[in-house]
């Protein structure tokens, strides 16, 4: 675990032990990494959803260790055992420099996504609305909108704050490295996704905060501005089937407000 927190932090991403855990748990035999000298420098990991699709995240290399090839070994390795479990689709989040590396194992962009940041106290905090209350997962109402079985994820992600308002969608929050992080969120409406936001600010107030969400959901830049968030980062969402002729899975971006994190989708 020092050598994986050392990775992220290295890289300034916002994992904490309790990331690293939950994703370690979420894909016991299929994460990998590759040791020198008695030390993890590189990783890669691929959590399931069903046999639908694997999520690619934490691709990480120590910088004294790049150069090396060790993200493309491990991504050649990684994909190969995704490809042997039967499971249809693979995608990931790349950012400006991971995806050339991407496109030359044949994944396709599909859409950009961006994190958007707020510095502590330059917003409201928000209130818990009386319509918000606590949130137990539906393993029914998520698939729709993000287009995989992710239950699993989403019930370990519960465990650190979740909240729904009946009929319209739900939110997640938790904290983070270097910021708490709202999402996923996933919601009908834009009224509906402010009650959820300002329950999640309520629960971290002043705090630095990120929020990583589709720039095509015109709804979800709209509450981000309304609410003192800046763009911070720009990625883009890929992906490729495992075998030629795989339908592509259905997706609703329109209503995720909020995506669950780049090593989660």
């Not at 050598?3 to 035999?29: H, K, V, Y």
């Not at 699709?53 to 691709?59: D, F, N, Q």
């Not at 729709?144 to 650190?160: C, E, S, T, W």
Request: proline content about 6%; hydrophobic content about 40%.
């Amino acid at each position: 675990m020092p050598d994986l927190m050392e990775l992220s932090r290295r890289a300034g991403w916002n994992q904490t032990t309790a990331d690293w855990e939950r994703t370690l748990t979420l894909c016991p035999e299929s994460a990998f990494g590759i040791e020198e000298d008695g030390h993890v420098v590189s990783t890669t990991t691929a959590i399931r959803y069903a046999n639908d699709l694997a999520w690619i995240g934490m691709v990480l290399t120590h910088p004294e260790h790049r150069g090396k090839g060790n993200a493309k070994k491990l991504m050649d390795h990684t994909l190969k055992h995704v490809a042997a479990t039967g499971t249809r689709w693979v995608k990931l989040d790349a950012t400006a420099e991971g995806r050339p590396l991407y496109q030359k194992f044949g994944f396709v962009d599909e859409c950009p996504v961006e994190r958007w940041k707020r510095a502590a106290g330059k917003g409201p905090n928000g209130d818990r609305h009386p319509l918000v209350h606590d949130y137990v997962v539906d393993p029914s109402f998520d698939r729709a909108y993000f287009g995989a079985y992710r239950v699993p994820l989403l019930n370990a992600l519960a465990k650190q704050g979740a909240a729904f308002v009946v009929g319209y969608g739900y939110a997640m929050g938790r904290p983070g490295e270097v910021a708490a992080y709202f999402g996923p969120c996933v919601v009908g409406t834009r009224e509906a996704a402010r009650k959820l936001l300002e329950w999640f600010l309520s629960r971290f107030p002043n705090q630095d905060l990120y929020w990583d969400l589709f720039p095509e959901n015109s709804d979800a830049v709209q509450l981000a501005i309304d609410y003192g968030f800046e763009p911070a980062r720009h990625l883009t969402r890929m992906g490729m089937p495992t075998r030629k002729g795989e339908t592509p899975l259905l997706k609703n971006n329109s209503s995720v407000f909020a995506i669950a994190g780049f090593e989660y989708g």
